[in-house]
């Protein structure tokens, strides 16, 4: 099965910084690749996707980058901003027919004002 | 309308009591998940339903129960509980369970076993 590693655990920047968190996959079949951002309270939200077509997507301030050679994909936030405080979760789906994301274990992102 | 509606918000119950978390979503979704989430933990999946029958049962205790009434709607009967259920209880749609797209999740039920 999918094995998802995702690194930092807990990063803290200050605000208009760039983050960056990174996440390595195992499975090469894999094709398709969200992240999500979790409020404190609140379910996960898709914030960005990247299938195995591309290798870069850009929303606003935030990017993702896809290695499949590497197999590992990165989120890049930049000009952060303390809302984007959060618990973010990267995935890559298992093999099979269903639908099931591997998620990583989470990197809780802190934005000092 | 692209929302994963949950309810209760909050529930506390004993160990002997029965109850029901609800889900319910109207964007014609095929696939619908349940998931459990311990704080600092990811969504750790138990159940996928697709088109209205159980696929995937992640070897969860026989004290949840799930039914899906419904292509739009998702239930979790719950009973006799132990105090390491407590987490959030999430709830997610997907197009249909081969798509490999966006999952939408539900805002969760905070469940309280005591």
């Known amino acids: 099965g999918e094995n998802v590693e995702q690194h930092p655990s807990t990063l803290s920047v200050q605000e208009g910084d760039s983050a960056v968190i990174k996440c390595t996959y195992s499975?090469?079949?894999?094709?398709?690749f969200p992240w999500y951002k979790q409020e404190l309270g609140k379910g996960p939200q898709l914030i960005i996707d990247i299938r195995s077509n591309v290798g870069e997507k850009k929303d606003q301030r935030i990017a993702v980058t896809l290695n499949k050679t590497a197999k590992h994909f990165s989120l890049h936030i930049t000009e952060t901003q303390p809302e984007d405080s959060a618990v973010y979760f990267c995935?890559?789906?298992?093999?099979?027919?269903?639908?099931?994301?591997?998620f990583g274990r989470g990197t809780s992102l802190i934005v000092h004002p | 309308d692209t929302e994963v509606t949950q309810t209760p918000k909050h529930l506390v119950m004993g160990m002997t009591n029965k109850k029901s978390l609800k889900c319910e979503q109207h964007?014609?979704?095929?696939?619908m998940y349940w998931y459990k989430q311990k704080a600092k933990k990811p969504p750790e999946l138990m159940f996928v339903y697709s088109y209205e029958k159980l696929s995937i049962n992640e070897s969860v205790p026989s004290r949840f129960s799930p039914e899906c009434p419904n292509s739009s709607l998702l239930n979790l009967h719950l009973h006799a509980l132990q105090p390491e259920d407590s987490a959030l209880y999430l709830c997610?749609?997907?197009?249909?369970?081969?798509?490999?797209?966006?999952?939408?999740f539900g805002p969760g039920t905070r469940l309280t076993v005591l």
């Open positions: 997610a749609s997907t197009h249909r369970d081969s798509s490999r797209g966006e999952q939408f």
């Open positions: 499975d090469s079949a894999s094709n398709y």
């Open positions: 964007m014609g979704h095929r696939a």
């Open positions: 995935a890559a789906p298992t093999s099979g027919g269903s639908y099931i994301p591997t």
